[in-house]
């Protein structure tokens, strides 16, 4: 018999109840929940008379529809959007849960974000949310996916799960990162080799020494996108660098508990003898600062390439590619350095991180965005916020023009007011390139911060290395 | 929820790869607080124009698809956001199965939990509902979920996998909350053990 996978053993320690007909009952460690994916949940709950069954393991924080402008300490001007969150209010409140960070305290900030900071999410655990990236919790080692709505009241009621199994994959970078390579090309480069349903039916597990090498921010920007490639998770075994990210923080274990936690996470890592379903090898070394030209995560090219044909294509994405250049506004053959910006938007989930915040400042720093272009700088939490002020990082992102915003979701999903026009481009740190994604006719390109930094800078798609 | 036993009725044909889930149901309807009433602005910015107006040669717009019951799709639909809102935005329009030759994972869960049968496909078998589906109203497809086929308007028979335990709940209408709550010794037990073993959970 061969050995176990990472998925494997996380999975084995969570299972409450082995149907014989093939589905099982998964207990959840952690339950993150936002606003916008919750009020039907809970007013199922109100209908069916039920409690939450554990509120010590929910953790509740708006982030999809906040302003990020100073003046949200005023109150939501949108409506819906306010009832959103005062719904969320409301049901932390009526249902116990009292790990909540509403929109004005200075822990509030996007809930992948939030998780990991406040020392929520730990290696081995089941982390589930609403929300589909919630893969970024994986870069710890835990096993962490999004759920639907009836899932959300499932966990609430139940605090299990019920799932199928998914088959093993293994994603392996080898050797290193040349320089200008971030985690972000790292992720969007899998994307683009194995195609947005690549990993459909499978859990990740991301592995080799440039991912070793890289910092939990850049483990939790690769695991973010897993759902991008159509995983159901991504994973990245716990090792020195996790142990010490998680250690000392808020909700992190302590004392005896901390040595007997330590000593299970050191066990969490595949056996050399597990079976893979599926293996991608990429060589570290081979992956180029990327940034995507249509419309879907996987149409991703380096910096140096040109606009494809879309008759270069087979099967359905013929069709596809070609109103991804329509929508998209691009010429088959056009140099992807001549393709003029109009907006950056640094943030998000994927990028929203303080480690984020210093790579694109080095960049940043002395250098002025080009005139004609909009830039908008969006923290990951608040905290990542006052810690950018405190390092100076924020003053070099005003002083190069760009808006220093609140924490929150923001122009990665548009629903709070911070939106692009129709037919306006974004060079964007986000994770979705989708038609409307960051408002109707809007147009994204999905790249790391540095090269959005350099985006900005140039006022069209540019490769950082030249900035370096 | 509805139970779903046997549907026949105008399958829509949608043969783009990588429908998302922020193509079905834009974000600007995920404000609601409800689940219902989505129907309208399924596909919204592909159906509409920005000021409302419908777009002619959308496929649900033309006349002999405004009531079809089933979507036959191209590769990977309902891939992105893990937005239920996009199931009940098709259940709300009165659809209640889609084929395709793969599903992103969420949304596929997610069907299921709505009344909606998901169907996966060899892209040959696919094809040939897909056929089927662009003779507009004059070819209707069954779906017999008991015996796991589907009949073409020609009479050809196709089967199809679905998983026993998602079945037995879609055929039901059964509430999976329900059904899990009955196992509450078993989770109860697990805690237990699971408070022992790893306290600092
Ligand atoms: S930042 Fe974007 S991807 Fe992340 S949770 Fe918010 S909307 Fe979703």
Known sequence: M???????????A???HDD?????????????????????AF???RMAGRSVRAPDKTIAVPDHNVPTTPDRAEGIENEESRIQVEVLDQNARDFGITNYYPMNDVRQGIVHIVGPEQGWTLPGMTVVCGD??????????????????????????????????????KVEITGNLTPGVSAKDITLSVIGHTGTAGGNGHVIEYMGEAIRSLTMEGRMTVCNMA???????????????????????????????WDAALAWWQTLKSDDDAHWDKVVTIRGEDIAPVVTWGTSPEDVLPITGVVPDPESFEGGKVEAARRSLAYMGLEPGTKLTDIRIDTVFFGSCTNGRIEDMRAAAAVVKGRKLAPWVRGMVVPGSGLVRKQAEEEGLAQVFIDAGFEWRLAGCSMCLGMNPDQLAPGERCASTSNRNFEGRQGRGGRTHLMSPVMAMAAGITGHLADVRELM | MEKFTRLTGIAAPMPLV?????????????????????????????????????????????????HAGILVAGD????????????????????????????????????????????????????????????????????????????????????????????????????????????????TAYEKVAATARPWV
């Open chain 1, 14 to 16: 969570h299972l409450v």
């Open chain 2, 18 to 66: 990588n429908i998302d889930t922020d193509m079905i149901i834009p974000k600007q309807f995920l404000k609601t607080i409800k689940r219902t009433g989505l129907g309208k602005n399924l596909f919204d910015e592909m159906r509409y124009t920005p000021d409302g107006a419908e777009i002619a040669d959308f496929v649900l717009n033309r006349p002999q698809y405004r």
């Open chain 1, 43 to 45: 007013e199922g709950l």
């Open chain 1, 132 to 169: 589909s990236h919630t893969a970024t919790h994986g870069a710890f080692g835990a096993l962490a996916h999004g759920i639907g709505t009836s899932e959300v009241e499932h966990v609430l009621a139940t605090q299990t799960l019920i799932q199928q199994k998914s088959k093993n994959m």
């Open chain 1, 227 to 257: 759902i991008e490639g159509g995983a159901r998770a991504g994973l990245i075994a716990p090792d020195e660098k996790t142990f010490a990210y998680v250690k000392g923080r808020k909700h992190a274990p302590k004392g005896a508990d």
């Open chain 2, 76 to 187: 990977n639909f309902g891939c992105g956001s893990s937005r239920e809102h996009a199931p009940w935005a098709l259940l709300d329009f009165g659809i209640r199965c889609v084929i395709s030759t793969s599903f992103a994972d969420i949304f596929y869960n997610n069907c299921f939990k709505n009344g909606i049968l998901p169907i996966v496909l060899p892209e040959d078998q696919r094809d040939l509902c897909m056929k089927d589906a662009e003779k507009g109203s004059n070819a209707r497809l069954s779906v017999d979920l008991e015996s796991q086929t589907i009949t073409l308007s020609d009479g050809t028979e196709i089967g199809f996998e679905v998983d026993p335990f998602r079945k037995h709940c879609l055929m039901n209408g059964l509430d999976d909350i329900g059904l899990t709550m009955a196992k509450e010794a078993a989770i």
């Open chain 1, 2 to 12: 061969s050995g176990k996978t990472l998925y494997d053993k996380i999975w084995d």
């Open chain 1, 20 to 40: 014989p007909e093939g589905s099982s009952l998964i207990y959840i460690d952690r339950h993150l929940i936002h606003e916008v994916t919750s009020p039907q």
